[in-house]
């Protein structure tokens, strides 16, 4: 939230290179990618980015709505199971 | 007492407050408001004719989204939000913080009321 618009959306060099090959060869492929950043462009929509969240990589299909927002939104990071519903053992 | 939109009826204070009773008017927009319409902000609410109230009407309706459609676009926009799949729409879904604040303690404005658990560490057992 709150990126100085002077510099404008941040896009990861690298996987712009790959997705501009990827547009150009034609097919669909996923593109593998660290770069949780990344901002999704116009350019990227309607790829699927596998995208890391420190243990495995997600798959995001990246949809007109989402321009704007970064690869990582879409990739959580945390798994929260719930807490415990109760333990017998009533220590401390 | 002077009625704008529909079902605002601020009462008898300076206009540039009252017209702050709308929703989706603070109070930089009141005064802008009131400038656009040619009307005084000290002046009492009540003191304002007819063709004061319509003309704040008629700029409220032509220029500026309040009341209901600006509910409606802030709900649209949380929608969206869980609709693509968002971290920010996980966390509206679950009504905690979307801004990256701790949640671990406090956050009570979105998590509401405390719930005590029962056998958690400093809760005391009977």
Redesign the interface.
Known sequence: MGRSLKKGPHVDLRLLEKVEKLKAKGNRDPIKTWARDCTIIPDFVGLTFLVHNGKLFLKVYATEDMVGHNLGEFSPTRTFRGHTAKSKSSSK | MPRILGVDIPNDKKTHISLRYIYGIGPAMALRLCEQAGVDPLRLAKELNEDDVSRLATILDREYTVEGPLRRQIQQNIA?LK??????G?RHRRNLPC?GQRSKTNARTRKGPRKT???K??VK?K
């Open positions: 969206r609709d693509i799949g968002s971290y920010r996980s801004r658990v029962a056998g560490k400093g057992d």
